[in-house]
Nanobody, 124 residues
Framework: QVQLVESGGGLVQAGDSLRLSCAAS????????ISWFRQAPGKEREFVAA????????IYSNAVKGRFTISRDNAKATAWLQMNSLRPEDTAFYYC?????????????????WGQGTQVTVSS
């Protein structure tokens, strides 16, 4: 098993940047694919970005492509989501998730482990 803890959320203005962190513990971090999801009140949890084992594959949703970057450092057992050019519609609770599937899926039901999330609020 792996335990995940998110941090780095906050309140920012449109156009600003934030960097979310996902610290992992437990089973060897490098053997898990890592993804970020987000969920706004009253909406479904949506896929944001994913990174496979050893940073071999990245996937981004169309909503964030070109603005967000997912990365990881296996030695530090940490993944990040760099969010640039933030928009009010990016406001949501952000979660990191891990799965043993080599090629990261984009559906929440495919993930075994979840962090508790961190709030990101973007004002206009």
């Amino acid at each position: 098993q792996v335990q995940l803890v998110e941090s780095g959320g906050g309140l920012v203005q449109a156009g600003d940047s934030l960097r979310l962190s996902c610290a992992a513990s437990g089973r060897t971090f490098s053997t898990y694919s890592i993804s970020w999801f987000r969920q706004a009140p009253g909406k479904e949890r949506e896929f944001v970005a994913a990174l496979s084992w050893f940073a071999g594959t990245t996937i981004y949703s169309n909503a964030v492509k070109g603005r967000f970057t997912i990365s990881r450092d296996n030695a530090k057992a940490t993944a990040w989501l760099q969010m640039n050019s933030l928009r009010p519609e990016d406001t949501a609770f952000y979660y990191c998730a891990a799965t043993v599937v080599v090629q990261p899926p984009t559906t929440p039901s495919s993930y075994y482990y979840w962090g508790q999330g961190t709030q990101v609020t973007v004002s206009s």
